[in-house]
């Protein structure tokens, strides 16, 4: 019997982190729970991202790996796995954590990074994906792992399902930011992880504040608490461009999930290549996604909704990294120099004018 046509009773699914990558599997979760109703469906993941994943209704039961755990607790945790019994192991991480857990099951499928091509663009500029298996988004790498199980992409992009306390939260944090419901808004994630991946903040301020005033919108700022003072400084300058500009600065004082709902009221995000990118993705907003020391080959490009790129072409030093790095190899910055911002203002008053005629 191929294995398309077996039956499968458990399930396990391996994603530790982080907030784009468990996201871009929600596309497998779904596809699969189709093909397989009746099959439970477990996740691993660290701790702090269990939200992610806790309120799918494709999840049967999230098996989460302590936030500073040890081997002690991976060992644990592997011990969990054994007396389990997973008819089927899928382990979207594929690293030397996820291996060990998959030890001694009895079926593992495993994610093809494509290490090889990805090495071979970044650090010698050589493009060699086509012969690697292309270059589709990570979310559908995630879905090759299921090849011969006759698992099809429906073709319906990506989940993020938010709770109803989420939602009331995000709603408080508007009215008390004086926003009327139905307002429309401009979101904007001017952060990320890595400092070579953030476009300036300077150019951020000054799109957002060019698109306040020429579409009568109100502007909202998402970040973490550790992001919480570039959104305010890129507040401020908002503010100073256009001071009849309705700002708020919602940095760190929402949860990913209330982020994720407070997402919902914009009518289009403005963002790095980051995980709050991805959950605008998730939650089908129009995106304008600022792409510098990345690119589409190497899978994180917005997925499942409409979206612009603006990056810079032709640059022999891009890509330079895989998930960003704390500053310009090179020490010129040109990847997010070389953006302008009337190359952002542009892409983003084109969606907003496809929205408002849709």
Not at 10 to 15: A, G, S
Not at 164 to 178: I, W
Not at 312 to 324: A, D, E, S, V
Request: glycine share 8%; aromatic share 8%.
């Amino acid at each position: 019997m191929g294995t398309g046509r077996a039956t499968l009773h458990k399930t396990l699914v391996i994603r530790f982190s982080s907030v784009g990558d468990i996201i871009l599997s929600s596309l497998l979760l779904r596809v699969f729970r189709k093909r397989f109703p009746g099959c439970e469906v477990d996740y691993i993941v660290k701790e702090e991202y269990g939200d992610l994943v806790r309120n799918n209704p494709n999840v049967t039961h999230v098996l989460e790996f302590p936030t500073g755990g040890t081997f002690a607790d991976l060992h644990h945790l592997r011990r969990t796995i054994s007396a389990t019994g997973y008819d089927l192991v899928v382990d979207l991480h594929d690293s030397l954590r996820s291996r060990y857990l998959c030890l001694g099951a009895t079926r593992v499928v495993r994610i093809n990074k494509r290490k090889l091509a990805r090495a071979l663009l970044i650090w010698f500029k050589w493009n060699v994906y086509e012969r690697a298996g292309g270059v589709p988004s990570v979310a559908e790498r995630y879905l090759e792992t299921l090849d011969g199980w006759e698992v099809p992409n429906d073709g319906n992009g990506l989940e993020l399902f938010i709770t109803p306390a989420a939602t009331e939260n995000a709603r408080a944090r508007f009215r008390e930011e004086g926003f009327t419901l139905g307002t429309p808004l401009l979101g904007v994630c001017p952060s990320a992880r890595h400092g070579n991946k953030m476009w300036l903040k300077e150019r951020f301020a000054e799109a957002a504040a060019r698109l306040a005033k020429e579409h009568r919108i109100g502007v909202a700022l998402f970040g973490g608490d550790d992001e919480r003072e570039r959104c305010s400084e890129i507040a401020a300058l908002i503010r100073a461009q256009t001071p009849e500009a309705h700002v708020a600065n919602l940095a760190g004082r929402l949860s990913l999930l209330e982020t994720a709902a407070a997402m919902d009221s914009c009518t289009i995000v403005i963002t790095n290549d980051s995980g709050l990118m991805h959950v605008a993705a998730a939650r089908k907003r129009n995106i304008v996604a600022v792409f510098g020391p990345t690119v589409r080959e190497l899978g994180f490009f917005p997925y499942g909704t409409q979206n612009v790129i603006v990056q810079t072409r032709g640059l022999n030093c891009r890509p330079c990294t895989h998930i960003g790095l704390p500053s310009c190899p090179k020490g010129h910055f040109r990847c997010m120099h070389d953006i302008a911002v009337h190359e952002v203002v542009d892409a983003a008053s084109r969606l907003m004018t496809t929205h408002a005629s849709s």
